[in-house]
């Protein structure tokens, strides 16, 4: 069984475009995350929930809009996509002092 | 500013041999620090979670050291084998935000070579 996933593995679109990547964890965990993994591998956290409310947000542009329609799942929507935006992003879950268990990533590429 | 640095961004090691790789970080007060284990095309797998007040972790070939002095953990893969070769990423979890804000390193990439 998946612990997290994520939909689509591949994203491929035109500039300006909105789109939307899911993600699911089936652990339990009460804390869901969105990271970004830019071409020199550096991976970044955008965002952080706990129990469906938002508790970090890294200066992220608010193009990018999270939500959390329950503890088990935490959806990214990119509005108005931009070339910088293509990067690789991985979404986690965690408890609140225990590892963090990263889904397989969508590789997201703006043309 | 706060900083994360991973001591070089590849590394080769000839099999049997240990790796060390290395974790250095300023301006930072981290209750604990983990080490996760990346493959090509895939998400970050953790390895390994040593805390503040914690010298040294052991788990089969691995072993990761502490030191809050020096702001620097120590990864180590003993008997190093070429299913070893992946990047490898320090993360630190700052005191008083537990698990909501793991600030990650840039990564080293080890080739264990045959």
């Known amino acids: 069984d998946t612990a997290v996933s994520q939909t689509p593995k591949y994203l491929v679109t035109q500039m300006g475009n909105d789109k939307s990547i899911k993600c699911e964890q089936n652990?339990?965990?009460?804390?869901m995350y969105w990271y970004k993994q830019d071409s020199k591998k550096f991976l970044k956290i955008m965002f952080s929930y706990n129990n469906k409310e938002l508790i970090i947000n890294e200066t992220v542009p608010n193009r990018f809009s999270p939500k959390s329609p329950d503890k088990a799942h935490l959806n990214l929507h990119i509005n108005s996509l931009e070339l910088g935006d293509s990067a690789v992003y991985f979404c986690a879950s965690s408890s609140r002092t225990d590892t963090q268990y990263f889904g397989p990533g969508t590789r997201l590429t703006v043309l | 500013s706060q900083k994360i640095e991973q001591n070089s961004e590849a590394l080769n090691i000839q099999e049997g041999k240990t790796a060390t790789l290395t974790c250095n970080y300023t301006n930072y007060s981290p209750a604990y620090l983990q080490w996760y284990r990346q493959d090509p095309g895939r998400g970050p797998v953790f390895l390994l979670l040593i805390r503040e007040n914690e010298k040294e972790k052991r788990k089969e070939r691995l072993k990761v050291t502490f030191d809050t002095t020096l702001k620097q953990s120590l990864f180590h893969i003993t008997a190093s084998q070429p299913a070893d070769s992946a990047t490898y990423l320090c993360a630190l979890a700052r005191r008083g935000f537990g698990n909501e804000k793991l600030t990650f390193g840039t990564g080293t990439r080890l080739t264990i070579i045959p």
């Open positions: 652990l339990g965990h009460d804390t």
